[in-house]
């Protein structure tokens, strides 16, 4: 069974709050999961701070027992370094403009 680390939506309509789950690849977004391994609040409190809690030990154990997690899993656990970062997206032909790009070759 194909296991992913990914984001369960709940809230309100422009009021989203997030678990953070282990769950069958092939089970919907908000559908069944196995485990819970943390929360997500995107929406800053009066003090301009986002809230995550994460059970890092069960965290650890799915990742070591080979669960994908979704892009936005990954990027929320390399800013807490459970994962290292992806690496940074590079290409260097987009810095040169188009026009130009055709005649070095």
């Known amino acids: ?3 992913r680390l990914r984001l369960q939506r709940f809230g309100r309509t422009h009021s ?14 908000d559908g ?11 929406i800053a409190n009066k003090h301009g701070i986002k809230e995550i809690r994460l059970k890092t030990d ?10 994908q997690p979704s892009n936005r899993v990954a990027w929320l656990l390399a800013k807490f370094g459970i994962l290292p970062p992806p690496p ?4 260097p ?3 040169i403009p188009k026009k130009d790009r055709g005649k070095d070759k």
């Open 1 to 3: 069974m194909p296991v």
């Open 16 to 29: 989203p709050f997030y678990r953070m789950v282990a769950a069958d690849s092939r089970s919907p977004r």
């Open 32 to 42: 069944k999961f196995l485990e819970i391994v943390g929360t997500y609040n995107p």
């Open 58 to 67: 069960r965290l650890r154990y799915w990742i070591s027992v080979g669960a």
């Open 88 to 91: 940074p997206r590079f290409s």
């Open 93 to 95: 032909n987009r810095m």
